[in-house]
Nanobody, 118 residues
Framework: QVQFVESGGGLVQPGGSLRLSCASS????????MAWFRQAPGKQRELVAY???????NYPDSVRGRFTISRDNAKKTVYLQMNSLKPEDTAVYYC????????????WGQGTQVTVSS
């Protein structure tokens, strides 16, 4: 079963940027949709962005225009470029295939913590 390992999180000031990476233990080309999710303390996990194998992307209004998802099937990696970060973006970020946070494709990894604070 494929596993995903997220990295790139950290502490950043409001307005700053981070680039998250999601490395897969196996090929991601087989997964039509790859996505990033996040879970803030006391809140449900939510979809942040998804991308299909054709490169089509989709974002919720809360991050559209600030976040950009990309994938490199050859490197078995999915990325999330986050710009203009806000305190409300603080959460643990996860990746998985599919776009339903209630039905992950595989068990969730450990995620990477993103904290936006001055």
């Amino acid at each position: 079963q494929v596993q995903f390992v997220e990295s790139g999180g950290g502490l950043v000031q409001p307005g700053g940027s981070l680039r998250l990476s999601c490395a897969s233990s196996g090929s991601i080309a087989r997964y039509y949709i790859m996505a990033w999710f996040r879970q803030a303390p006391g809140k449900q996990r939510e979809l942040v962005a998804y991308i299909n194998n054709g490169g089509t992307t989709n974002y919720p209004d809360s991050v559209r225009g600030r976040f950009t998802i990309s994938r490199d099937n050859a490197k078995k990696t999915v990325y999330l470029q986050m710009n203009s970060l806000k305190p409300e973006d603080t959460a643990v970020y996860y990746c998985n295939f599919g776009y339903n946070p209630s039905q992950p494709g595989v068990p969730w990894g450990q995620g990477t913590q993103v904290t936006v604070s001055s």
